[in-house]
């Protein structure tokens, strides 16, 4: 299944930063800030970062479990691999989740662990 979302769209959206961004609190800026021991303005600057270097390659899936469908990319930065799910709903990108992979998560690059 190819992504929901054209990456090239979702880059430029995430370069846009709020209001066309919303990331989530609990499953994206805690999660980066508590794994990276950053503020959480700066988790938010670093999730934004970790988008605009995602290809095609980091796709792994999407997930149409609940509305919008999201799709799922991984990423490996720093030594760290990272799970990173988002939509686009009316405009916005939606980062609904970013924080290291809880299992290993295969990507058409290959498999993102925790250690990258």
């Avoid at 720093?78 to 988002?86: A, S």
């Amino acid at each position: 299944m190819p992504p929901a979302y054209p990456l090239e769209e979702v880059r430029r959206l995430a370069g846009l930063g709020p209001p066309r961004v919303h990331l989530g609190k609990r499953n994206a800026i805690d999660m980066v800030a508590g794994a990276l021991t950053l503020k959480p303005e700066d988790a938010g600057a670093y999730i934004l970062a970790l988008i605009g270097r995602l290809t095609e390659d980091n796709y792994a899936h999407t997930k149409t479990d609940h509305p919008p469908p999201a799709d799922v990319y991984g990423l490996p930065d720093g030594g760290r691999g990272w799970y990173i799910k988002f939509a686009i709903q009316r405009g916005r990108l939606l980062v609904i989740s970013c924080h290291v992979p809880g299992e290993p998560l295969r990507t058409r690059s290959g498999t993102i662990t925790y250690r990258g």
